[in-house]
């Protein structure tokens, strides 16, 4: 491997990393904005732009673990675990527009536990 794949290589683990660190953030914002849900007016408002957010940064995840290995020639199972989180992050989204918070609440729990787990492997 060269030098120049090599710095590829690490500037793709960086940014998955970086996209990783991200979207815990936003997932643990998210359980912020929860409790303000239930005791400020704008609780609402800022629940449903954080939901779009961690939405996002879950997408950039996929985007950076493709980047990771594709070009880098990294293993490919990061993939595999940002779709799945892309999966749970729909789901999430569905059940939060549809109010269901007995299962809502608690996928959103998993959700950070699997992210900081996630966090702490890379």
Not at 63 to 88: D, N
Not at 91 to 106: F, K
């Amino acid at each position: 491997m060269t030098i120049h794949e090599t710095a590829h290589v690490a500037r793709g683990t960086a940014f998955l990393r970086f996209t990783i660190a991200l979207q815990t953030l936003t997932i643990f914002l998210q359980a912020i904005s929860a409790g303000l849900l239930l005791t400020a007016s704008y609780g609402e408002t800022l629940h449903s732009v954080g939901a779009r957010v961690m939405y996002g940064a879950s997408m950039l995840y996929v985007l950076a673990a493709v980047l990771a290995w594709k070009p880098g020639g990294g293993s490919p199972r990061p993939i595999l675990h940002a779709s799945g989180f892309l999966a749970l992050a729909s789901i999430q989204v569905v059940l939060g527009i549809a109010h269901v918070p007995s299962v809502h609440l608690p996928l959103g729990v998993l959700m950070f536990g699997l992210s900081v787990l996630a966090l702490a492997r890379r």
